[in-house]
Structure formats: structure tokens, C-alpha cells
């Protein structure tokens, strides 16, 4: 799945020079490991996180304390962004947690709505995040309906290694149980039905090594339908549609 720019983050990417350029004195570059958390449930937003690398993991707290994951995101997308709908403070329903480690340029909501208002180029480039997000979360709610738990943990898997480096994914199993929504004692049994199929190939101290084409065999068709539609999407609507991204390789300041 080609996750990655030359800038690193697609939205930014896709932004026509000029544009990007309103953002460009105001971005902050920050690094942020596994577990790391961006925003907890109830904190006022004020950053808006541009990926550039990683996985961040959205996580929604029921009322009788379970923790469950409702999509991830990595640099296709920006953690934060409804916040520039909000003309007041705003404050975030999940929280947000790194799944893989990565990097992110940040800016103040403050800034960020400033520039939304100024150009309209910003406007189209987020609202098309809003929409992406909302199809992702409509299909998750629609696997996790109809698809086995193995199914479902195949899919995840894929999409943290998207996000990832290596064929090693770092996870553990309370990460794993809020993805699927299910217990602890469910995700180790269907990590071993994963491991006899060859999907995992080992677990050792929270890494996971996976066999990629096994996985891929055993994921549900929402793995691949949503990768191909969103990539579509990107290609299609944004970078068909913008004059002019070339500023990715010098409009960045030197302190980033």
C-alpha cells in the first residue's frame, strides 16, 4: 500500500505551493514511539498531527471501561483535523495512540483554522480527509458486523504493516483486543490459528513477524477494497486535481 511521499504526509502533498506555503512557517516536526499517546479522550485539541510515518490507533472507552480501536491512521491522513470545524474550543472523543512508531509535523488549531478560512485549497484537501475517514469507519463497522475474528485480525495486521517498516510488527495483546474488540484470552487463540495457518510466523517479546502473502490470503476482502478505493481516491481526487505539488522537495523550513 503506497502510504508515502516525498513530504510524507499526502495531505500536505497535495497541497499547491502557495497554499502548503500559509502552513509551512508554522509546522513542527516531533517523533513519537509505540504506545505513544498524541490526545486522551476529553483533552482540548490543540495540535493538529500530519503523519509522516507510524500508525495511530483511535481508541473509544465504552461505559463499562472496555477500550476498543476504531481505525488507524498514517500518513494519508491528519490526527486532529475536525477540530478547524469548531470556532471554539473543542475537545477530542477518543484518544489517540501510536501503534507504530513513527514521526509527525504538527500546528496549532489556532493556525490551522486561520489558514482553512484563508484558502480554499485547505478546505478541499481536509474535507476530502473527512470523507476518507468516515468510509473507513463505515467499513470497519461493517467488517467487524459480518467477518470472523481471524478475518478481522489478518486485516488489522496488514494495515499496521502498511504503516510499518519491516515485517515485524511490535503489538501486544491488549493492542490486538482493542482492535478486534474482543479478550485477551480470544486474540491468543486466534493468534495460534494464524500461526498454524502461517500468517504469523513467530512472536517473541511483543514483535510479531507475519508472512504478508499468508495474511493476505486469510483477510477479509475489506482489506484489499478499502486499500484500492482510498489509494484511488488520492490519486484521483487530489493529486489529479492540484495544479501545482512540486513544493514537497523546498518549501519546508530548515528547522524541520
Avoid at 486466534?190 to 502473502?213: F, H, W
Wanted: proline share 3%.
Amino acid at each position: 500500500m503506497a502510504l508515502q511521499t516525498r513530504l510524507g504526509n499526502r495531505l500536505l502533498a497535495a497541497l499547491p505551493a502557495a497554499d502548503f506555503n500559509l502552513l509551512a512557517p508554522h509546522l513542527q516536526k516531533t517523533s513519537f514511539g509505540f504506545d505513544a499517546v498524541l490526545v486522551r479522550t476529553g483533552d482540548e485539541f490543540k495540535q493538529v498531527y500530519f503523519p509522516l510515518s507510524g500508525a495511530i490507533s483511535f481508541l473509544v472507552e465504552m461505559s463499562g471501561g472496555q477500550i476498543v480501536a476504531s481505525t488507524l491512521m498514517g500518513s494519508e491522513g491528519a490526527v486532529g483535523a475536525l477540530s478547524v470545524l469548531s470556532p471554539s474550543r473543542s475537545r477530542s472523543p477518543v484518544t489517540a495512540t501510536a501503534y507504530v512508531a513513527g514521526s509527525a509535523l504538527h500546528v496549532p488549531v489556532s493556525q490551522l483554522q486561520h489558514v482553512f478560512e484563508q484558502s480554499a485549497a485547505i478546505r478541499r484537501v481536509l474535507r476530502f480527509h473527512f470523507r476518507t475517514q468516515l468510509l473507513q469507519l463505515q467499513n470497519v463497522a461493517a467488517c467487524n458486523a459480518v467477518h470472523s475474528v481471524e478475518c478481522r485480525m489478518a486485516r488489522w495486521l496488514l494495515d499496521i504493516h502498511d504503516r510499518g517498516a519491516d515485517s515485524r510488527i511490535q503489538l501486544t495483546q491488549e493492542a490486538l483486543a482493542q482492535l478486534l474488540g474482543v479478550r485477551r484470552t480470544t486474540v491468543t487463540l486466534t493468534m495460534r490459528k494464524l500461526r498454524a495457518a502461517g500468517g504469523i510466523i513467530s512472536e517473541q517479546r511483543r514483535m510479531l513477524e507475519i508472512d504478508r502473502t499468508r495474511l493476505e490470503t486469510i483477510a477479509c476482502e475489506c482489506y484489499g477494497l478499502m486499500r484500492d478505493r482510498v489509494n484511488g481516491m488520492y490519486d484521483e481526487e487530489l493529486l489529479m486535481s492540484s495544479p501545482n505539488t512540486a513544493h514537497a522537495q523546498h518549501c519546508l523550513p530548515h528547522e524541520i
